[in-house]
C-alpha cells in the first residue's frame, strides 16, 4: 500500500477531508483507520465502529465538486463509482458465490465458476436547448431549490444517442427539435453515470411540461437566466458556454 496515495472513505453521500477540502493521503490516516488495498485507489466505506480521524471531517461530495480541479474530480469519481459498484457485486450474477477482488484489474471474479463482472456505466443525455437567444431550461419536481436545469435522462436499449436526446425533450417538455449535435462528456458518480452533452435548437410544438417529473419548463433570454446548476455540473458549464456563444452574436 502506498503511503501517498489518496484514500476516499465515504459516509452515505459524504466523503472525508482535510481542513482545505482536499482528500487526505493514506499515510496520514493509515494508524487512524485499517485500510485495505484497492489498486491504485484507496476506497470504502467509513465503518460504524470508526471515529473521524482529528482534524479531517465529512463533506457532502457535491459541496466538494464545486472546489476541485477537473483532475480531482475525475478521480474522485472514479473512486466513488469503483465502490459503488463492489458494494453492488458481492455476488456472482451466474452462480451466486460471493465474489472476489480481481488483484490487477477492476473487476470482481467469481471463485466457483469464473464469471468475471466489470463496472458498467450508465449513458445519460443532457440537452442545451435555443430558440434564437433563448434557452429552454426546466425546474424538476426533485428540485428543493429554485434551479432550472437542462433535459436528461437515460439511454434506453437498442437507442441511438440522438434518439434518446429526442424522445426525452418530447417526453418531459413536448417539444420537437432539430439539428442535434454532440458536445462533450462527464462522468458523473451519482451513482455511475456518464453524461453525454448534446446541443440543439426548437423545431416546434408548445411547452408541455411532464407532470411528475416538470414542474416548469420555459424559454429564457440568455441575459435572463433564472438560478442554475452548481459550477462543476456539466450542465453549468453547457449553459455558460452558449450564454457566451449567443452575447458574442448579439454584440455583432
Ligand atoms: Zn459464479
Redesign the pocket.
Known sequence: MQQTSLAYIFKQQQLLVDENFQIPRVGRIVSDLSLDHMSNVIARDLRPDEEIPEGLQLVPIRHLITRWSTTEFEQASRAIQLLEWRRNHKF?S??G?ATEIHATEYAMI?P??G?HQYPRVQPCVITIITKGDEILLAQSTRYTTNMYGLIAGFVEVGETLEQAVARETLEEVGVQLKNIQYLSSQPWPFPSNLMLAFRAEYAGGEIVPQAEEIRHAAFFKYDQLPEIPFVGSIAHKMIMQIVDELKHSAAK
Do not use: G, I, L
Request: with cysteine.
Open positions: 456472482c451466474h452462480c458465490t467469481c466457483a465458476c464469471y
